[in-house]
């Protein structure tokens, strides 16, 4: 009998991981890491284990999820996606001055200037692109942790380039209070699944600390016809405008 783990978007064999926490963020918030000097440590949030050496940010398998996608997927189907994230993130880490609970991030000043292939893209497609990053980032999460969520949608969703009709995304700022009081390095939060009253799953998609400013991003996956909130997007949404949100626990 095979055990051959198969890709979860296209059904061959998985050979590659994707990063739990790109490696792009991970240098942005250690920019003078040093493994001889200036080492890198994981702690996994809750773990009594003694913290691990990363060594490598781009090899290390205790940043990766466990082997879900194959080769192809993993990077020419899904490069754009993350490209378009890589342009987002550095975007939100340099903002200033920081947006308060409320406050917006338009679109097109997110993505002014970026190109594909020499080519200018449309602000709507940049954002779908970050959402199709995420739904990569979700699925290999579902697999990771056995969840009860149907993958295939999201699949589908991916090698269609074409939003998933149930997932959200969201930005929240950290505090200041809460940062200061806190050690917020880049860490998975993946797995924070919290079923609330309304019936959505919330899927709290990671935090990083940029330098002296910390961004909560939130996927939520909806069960039913209901919206998560106020504060999340989806690509379908008139505007781009992103509406700013607040740490504190779940939005």
């Known amino acids: 009998m095979s055990t051959d783990i198969k890709c979860w978007i296209c059904g061959k064999t998985a050979d590659s991981a994707e990063h739990q926490i790109k490696a792009t963020d991970m240098r942005a918030a250690f920019p003078n ?3 001889q000097n200036n080492p890198l440590y994981l702690q996994k949030f809750g773990s009594l284990k003694k913290p691990m050496l990363v060594g490598s940010i781009k090899r290390n398998d205790h940043l990766k999820y466990s082997k879900s996608l194959c080769t192809t997927c993993n990077t020419t189907l899904t490069q754009d996606h993350d490209l378009c994230y890589e342009w987002f ?3 939100l880490r340099n903002i200033s001055p920081i947006p308060k609970k409320g406050g917006t991030v338009r679109g097109n000043r997110i993505f002014r200037g970026y190109t594909k292939r020499k080519i ?13 990053f995420f739904l990569k980032q979700l699925g290999c999460n579902i ?6 969520i149907n993958v295939s949608e999201l699949a589908n969703a991916i090698k269609k380039s074409i939003a998933h009709p149930n997932v959200f995304l969201s930005i929240n700022y950290v505090p200041t209070v809460i940062r200061q009081n806190a050690l917020l390095a880049p860490s998975s939060a993946f797995g924070e699944y919290q079923r609330k009253k309304l019936g959505h799953l919330h899927y709290n998609a990671g935090r ?3 330098g002296t400013l910390d961004v909560l991003i ?3 996956y909806v069960e039913g016809a209901i919206r998560p909130g106020q504060y999340f997007w989806h690509p379908s949404d008139y505007s781009t405008k992103l509406v700013c949100g607040e740490h504190s626990g779940m939005t």
């Open 120 to 132: 200018q893209i449309t602000t709507r497609d940049c954002l779908l692109a970050v959402h199709l």
């Open 218 to 220: 939130n996927i939520a």
């Open 33 to 35: 890491v040093d493994q």
């Open 143 to 148: 697999i990771e942790n056995s969840y009860n």
């Open 208 to 210: 990083c600390n940029f």
């Open 89 to 91: 993130s550095k975007y």
